[in-house]
């Protein structure tokens, strides 16, 4: 099987590089994104850098999906947590949500998009399965905006709505892009922070402590596929 694995942030993605090590077979680029290539427990996959946000997921999930073909996708990264988690827990998406897409003035429900059946992205499928069945993984549901989340009032708001978990930058708008494209998608997080206001201090003491999160989530969930 070959899967696409994809990865926001620079400073997510170089970590989860070299944790790898001889197990990265080829570094290059798509298009404008930072790319490698490596195999485990007799899968192929590709692992993507495409950016931080919700254009920046869009956009380097379409990209790469047109790159070559791949049985599923796999997203991981740092989440914040909203309910249910804590710092340092791992959630795998039940489903994916974009929390800031609101038509509501004009009739439409929160996150509704015009034209869509499905606007809260289900992950069903055997990646899901394969990650819920890690020992230790949480499960729950993820909820996506174009903005740093430090706003408890905000979290608490999205989670009455859409009862969200975890929520992150990117989540959502793969969700969509796999959803319309039909190729298999999970996202799993680690919970950086609270999204309060120490949040930013927390974020940045994760991404500068936990320098194999993303190596050993994506491996984990490769030895149980």
Known sequence: MKYLVLIADIDEFNPCKESLGDIVKKEYKINHMPAFDFSYN??????????????????????ALNYDKFDGVINTGWSGAVSGVHKGDIIVSDSCVECDFDLTPIGRLPGQKPGQDEYIYKCD??????????????????GTGDFFLTNKELGNKYKEIFSINA???????????????AVPFVSIRKISDSADDVATDEYTNSLNSDLTAFSDIILKV???I
Not at 167 to 181: I, N, T
């Open 42 to 63: 007799n899968h192929e996959c590709t692992a993507v850098c495409f950016g931080i946000g919700k254009v920046n997921a869009a956009l380097g999930a379409a990209l």
């Open 125 to 142: 499928n055997a990646l899901y399965k394969a990650a819920c069945s890690v020992e230790g993984f949480k499960h729950g549901n993820l």
């Open 167 to 181: 929520f992150d930058m990117e989540s959502g708008a793969l969700g969509a892009v796999c959803y319309l494209l």
């Open 222 to 224: 490769l030895k149980n």
